[in-house]
């Protein structure tokens, strides 16, 4: 037994075996040029960091792995949390924030006043951020946020409606209502089903194309459809079920990401690459002017998250290390300049601001307190004039 | 444990002062049996190129404080084992059985060999504490001791654990046997 074991063991290959190592020599050798000089402020908690970890490996001798974990993490967060602004007093760059809590939707403007919009279930932006559609049990409306939230129109469905986005044009607003898809116009009239039998991933309008929507389907297949013809302009083959959808800001790349797997399509719906993820809290932000992203990164086996960067191409190479830190990233969201990248870090109760220009982290505490729960989603308008 | 030989120790050295294309040497060198043994403990893909690539980018933080005159692979053999135990075990603990943790329906890849497939398919079935050890035992080839060091373990508990997987794989494998 012990020596056909041996052997038998040692012919086994993981599968994709090379194509992972193919897809973590850029990390490692980012993390590796990233060791010194530090990009970011971190250097000053080094010691901070090894008593932490000390701790860890303490209290994992001493208690059962789980509790173990979530006590180092803890612990670490403690540690790691960002001496930060006490509340929101303004934004680093121009532009308005829409901060979904579980009290509603939030609008922030750029001198951190803010204001609830409403007792709505999500939203998100008009094109220019004049309106916001909203989503609520039975119910997809558009509402004025400089209007105290004023609904400028509503449509009632029997099923429930979510997942509620504006074309870039302004003229189609997209929403899920139960397993359909239907588009209004953006005046709120003519609302129509367009497919049925999809998935529960809010739809995403192709930017720079005619009214061009993609959208998943119940058995984890990906289509771009012309919303006023109907017309398929392709679909891909079934996969995982994705959570969400994300264009780059040029319409050439489609990020789909899953609780297991990130994938990048091209315009065309072909499969660029498709790389796993662990099980955990992940997210992905284009930024602006290209096809690279960052991408939330997180660790079951360490209970960290880190921010990295990869690009939408070919090859998803040249990925940089960005930031890390214990516990997880709920949100990301890059400023209208592209220079910016606002990252909710949940577990230190702070919203976190990172230059990408520059070694620069700005960090503003008590954000559950500010809007009431943590916000699970933030968008930042709008795409700054060319 | 024996001790590195005079290339690794050179890639170390090369490393800890900077090269880059010396550290590629080391990963290169390791990658494939810490992918190996982070997927036939943890049975999944995604989490095992997760947990080999944590591992190495943990190895590069701490490159500094390496100790060249050590072997490379039980540092990381020790990072890479001791977290896919953990994942495994949360796993359990979140209850995501499903269908990847099924012996009927282990992804082996392209082997090739029935007999690899079923013992990878047989490892399937073990509490992941065993497959750790059996995993060391026979794919990273270190003695119960070095498994009892690098696991901080007893070695009767190293023992017992390799007895009682193999004892149960042996069971799972006849199982199988036409």
């Known amino acids: ?386 | 444990m024996v001790g590195p030989g005079r290339q690794e120790r050179a890639w170390i050295r090369g490393a800890q002062s900077g090269s880059a294309s010396d550290l590629e040497a080391l990963f290169r060198e390791h990658w494939p049996r810490a992918h190996r043994a982070a997927f036939l403990v943890v049975h999944d893909a995604a989490a095992a190129e997760d947990i080999a690539q944590e591992a190495f980018l943990a190895a590069v933080r701490n490159l500094d404080r390496f100790d060249r005159k050590r072997p490379f692979g039980p540092w990381l053999h020790r990072i890479v084992v001791n977290r896919a135990i953990d994942w495994a075990r949360a796993r359990t603990l979140r209850r995501e059985t499903a269908e990847a943790e099924s012996a009927d329906e282990f992804d082996t890849g392209d082997l090739g060999n029935p007999f690899s497939q079923g013992v990878a398919a047989g490892l399937a079935g073990l509490k992941p504490e065993h497959r750790a050890v059996i995993v060391m035992r026979y794919l990273l080839e270190y003695t119960p001791g070095e498994i009892a060091h690098l696991l901080d373990l007893p070695r009767g508990t190293v023992n017992s654990r390799l007895r009682r997987g193999l004892d149960r794989l042996e069971e799972i494998l006849d199982r199988g046997r036409p």
């Open chain 1, 1 to 386: 037994m012990s020596d056909d074991l041996r052997r038998e063991l040692q012919k086994i290959q993981a599968p994709d075996e090379l194509e992972g190592q193919r897809r973590a020599w850029p990390l490692v050798r980012a993390a590796f040029e990233a060791r010194e000089p530090i990009t970011w402020p971190r250097r000053s908690l080094r010691p901070v960091f090894a008593a932490a970890a000390g701790v860890a490996i303490l209290a994992g001798a001493l208690s059962p792995p789980g509790r173990a974990l979530v006590g180092s993490v803890h612990d670490a967060i403690t540690s790691e949390k960002k001496k930060g602004r006490p509340a929101l007093t303004s934004l680093p760059a121009p532009g308005v924030l829409l901060a979904n809590s579980s009290q509603g939707p939030w609008l922030v403007r750029f001198d951190g006043s803010r204001r609830l919009l409403g007792p709505w279930w999500d939203a998100s932006w008009s094109p220019q951020a004049k309106y916001a559609v909203v989503t609520r049990a039975h119910e997809v409306a558009a509402i004025d946020p400089q209007d105290k939230g004023r609904v400028r129109w509503s449509v009632a469905r029997s099923g429930s409606v979510r997942g509620g986005r504006w074309s870039p044009d302004g003229f189609r607003v997209a929403y899920l209502n139960g397993r359909s898809l239907r588009v209004v116009v953006g005046d709120g009239t003519d609302d129509k089903s367009l497919r049925r039998a999809v998935g529960a991933t809010p739809p995403a309008w192709r930017p720079t194309a005619d009214h061009e929507l993609a959208f998943s389907t119940v058995d984890g297949r990906i289509e771009l459809v012309q919303s006023d013809s109907a017309k398929t302009l392709w679909r891909t083959v079934p996969g995982e079920l994705p959570t969400r959808l994300v264009w780059s800001e040029d319409g050439q790349r489609l990020l789909v990401l899953g609780d297991r797997s990130l994938r990048a399509l091209d315009s065309n719906g072909r499969r660029l690459w498709s790389i796993g993820l662990p099980i955990g809290p992940s997210g992905v932000a284009f930024v602006r002017r290209g096809h690279r992203f960052v991408m939330i990164r997180f660790s079951p086996a360490t209970g960290r998250s880190d921010l990295v960067l990869l690009q939408a191409e070919k090859d998803p190479g040249e990925a940089r290390f960005l930031y890390s830190a214990p516990g997880e990233f709920r949100s990301l969201a890059i400023s209208p300049n592209g220079r910016w990248l606002l990252v909710g870090w949940e577990n230190a109760d702070q919203w976190l601001f990172l230059r990408l220009t520059a070694a620069k982290v700005q960090a503003v505490s008590n954000i559950a307190q500010e809007f009431g729960s943590f916000p699970a989603g933030v968008s930042w308008c709008c795409p700054a004039s060319p």
